[in-house]
């Protein structure tokens, strides 16, 4: 009985270690893709026929950072129990999962591993994700005798409605949308007339899009809205990619990997334009909060990342971000990155938006490189309403 009763308490012992000890994710960056099984000769093994015809366009070519991450060193990895949940080839990483700290050290050690960084930890008291879907949808009428309806005066403003009489209305673009969620998207009647080409979610692999945050439903309205009289957004004819990126449960630098896998798959996939309405500059780790000092385009990730986009002969537009009227006040990355289109928020009068991030960066370019229509916006919501 006293053995039974020893070998319980033990076993109780580990376990609750076991229950109590906190997850990671960590950023592994590897030092070269020597081992890769790819060839640049052959780009049509990694990259669509779309997006190549997208470089050769404009006369860019092919080089190792559009070579994927090797597939040895990610084996290697997993071997040490690494589960890898993010890829990116631009800055040559992988992300990974792992239980203890014991298990990131063995990683370290491996010989094609330049550096660590630890990007998440288990919150101590997990958010439930409950999906649920709003049933209440409402049918879409006509409302207004203007062709954009309510949305003409933000469309005027940024004299999209001039682009659109010359007969660029987004046609033959594909445009990636990197955001939290497009909640109800598909069962929206005043949307169920734009072009999806595809979907993916970058931080749950078996998640929904359509039933997660509906913050990306409301960027995406602005620009793919097609119902004349009631709402035409900036880019009506275009295709788009909906991509999730943004953990809305917790602020931690893991999502900056996602963001990075989402726009090496926008890349890979062909598409003309990313849009991103995020930005990072405090965390729920606070010693990683970023200081002004850190606005260069290159200390953050999805700011590095971002400055590739253009390189590779896609155009970004990001939010400068919404912190004009704390304490930070600045932009938001990757609103810092170079060559990068940052926009900040203006009300239909054209008046600034007091919570619409400022520049410079910390190297003195001047940000936001333009404004446009983010606050009292129309956009859709996910009951189908304005």
Not at 187 to 214: C, E, M, P, Q, R
Not at 236 to 243: C, I, Q, S, V
Not at 349 to 364: E, K
Request: with cysteine.
């Amino acid at each position: 009985m006293y053995r039974k009763l020893k070998l319980f308490i033990v076993v109780s012992f580990v376990t609750l270690l076991a229950v109590a000890h906190p997850g990671y994710k960590y950023r592994v960056l590897l030092t070269d893709k020597n081992k890769t099984t790819f060839s640049l000769d052959q780009p049509d093994r990694f990259l669509s026929k779309k997006a190549l015809e997208r470089r050769e366009k404009q006369n860019i070519r092919i080089d190792s950072t559009d070579l994927p991450v090797c597939e040895a060193y990610i084996k290697a990895i997993e071997r040490k129990g690494g589960k890898v949940v993010a890829k990116g080839k631009w800055n040559n990483f992988v992300t990974v999962s792992c239980a203890d700290t014991i298990q990131i050290h063995q990683i370290a050690q491996l010989p094609f591993v330049r550096a660590i960084k630890r990007v998440w930890i288990e919150p101590e008291v997990a958010k439930d994700e409950v999906l649920k879907r709003d049933t209440l949808i409402n049918e879409y009428e006509e409302i207004d005798s203007l062709y954009y309806g309510v949305g003409t005066r933000q469309i005027e403003i940024s004299n999209a409605d001039k682009l659109h009489q010359l007969g660029f209305k987004g046609q033959g673009m594909e445009v990636a949308v990197i955001d939290a969620g497009f909640h109800n998207l598909d069962s929206i009647t005043l949307l169920d007339n734009v072009k999806i080409a595809g979907t993916k979610d970058f931080v749950n692999a078996d998640g929904n899009l359509y039933l997660g945050h509906s913050h990306g439903l409301g960027v995406f309205s602005c620009m793919a809205a097609n119902k004349p009289k009631v709402m035409v957004g900036t880019a009506p004819e275009a295709t788009y990619w909906l991509l999730r990126s943004e953990d809305e449960h917790t602020e931690h630098l893991v999502e900056q990997d996602y963001w990075a896998a989402a726009v090496e798959y926008a890349d890979s996939v062909g598409v003309d334009v990313i849009n991103t309405s995020l930005g990072y500059h405090t965390f729920d780790d606070e010693a990683q909060n970023y200081t002004y000092r850190d606005l260069d385009g290159e200390h953050a990730l999805i700011s590095r990342q971002a400055s590739m986009v253009a390189k590779k002969g896609m155009v970004l537009v990001c939010s400068a971000g919404n912190t004009g009227a704390n304490s930070w006040k600045k932009i938001t990355t990757p609103g810092d990155a170079n060559y990068v289109l940052t926009v900040g928020a203006i009300d239909a009068q054209g008046v600034l938006a007091p919570f619409s991030a400022v520049g410079n960066t910390v190297d003195g370019r001047v940000k936001p490189d333009v404004v446009a229509v983010g606050r009292y916006a129309y956009a859709v919501s996910p009951y189908g309403t304005l």
